[in-house]
């Protein structure tokens, strides 16, 4: 952790600007709250970062994300995520299937689907979404936000795997 403490404010938004989806303000903010005495704390600082920040800027995160299986530009995160999910190879049919379901989610709650593709299925992120889409605002919002969360730590370990052998 010495050295993730020693970094320089610009250092440590390049390190862990992407663990939000195209939102280096949670870091920049949370590089005020070091030290860090782990992984897991600055993790939760960051987290405290986006809970502190108001419904509007909560919502704008939350539109950073893409649309799961589009054929968009996306933040390379975004691409091996969804790849590992087998999100980047479905069949016509699903990914017709999985298009009409994000835009009846996003047409709904003003922001796109978000779960934390690791681990599972393209068959299973369906079934999710088929879910979801009838939860209240409230509800989906924060689910929203827990997976955003989830998402930010497979970042993180991933960025400790590369960079922090001590962590492992």
């Known amino acids: ?17 992407t663990l939000f989806e195209h939102s ?21 600082q960051m987290k405290s970062v986006v809970e502190s920040a108001d419904t509007e800027r909560k919502l704008i995160l939350l539109r950073e994300h893409p649309d799961l299986g589009a054929r968009i530009a996306m933040s390379s995160h975004s ?3 969804q790849a590992g999910a087998g999100l980047q190879a479905l069949s ?16 709904t709650f003003k922001f796109p689907f978000i779960i934390a593709v690791k681990g599972k299925s393209s068959d299973e992120i369906i079934a999710a979404i088929k879910e979801r889409v009838h939860h209240s ?3 989906e ?6 997976e955003v969360y989830r998402i930010s730590w497979y ?14």
């Open 1 to 17: 952790m010495d050295d993730v403490n020693s970094y320089s404010k610009e250092q440590f938004t390049e390190a862990f600007g």
């Open 24 to 44: 280096s303000w949670v870091a920049e903010e949370a590089y005020s709250k070091k030290p860090f005495t782990s992984m897991a704390q600055l993790h939760e």
């Open 79 to 81: 691409v091996q995520e």
């Open 92 to 107: 016509e049919v699903q990914h017709s299937v999985l298009s009409e379901l994000n835009r009846k989610y996003t047409q």
């Open 137 to 139: 605002y409230e509800t």
């Open 141 to 146: 919002f924060e689910t929203a936000l827990r």
């Open 155 to 168: 970042r993180l370990e991933a960025w400790m795997l590369e960079h922090m052998e001590e962590e492992r």
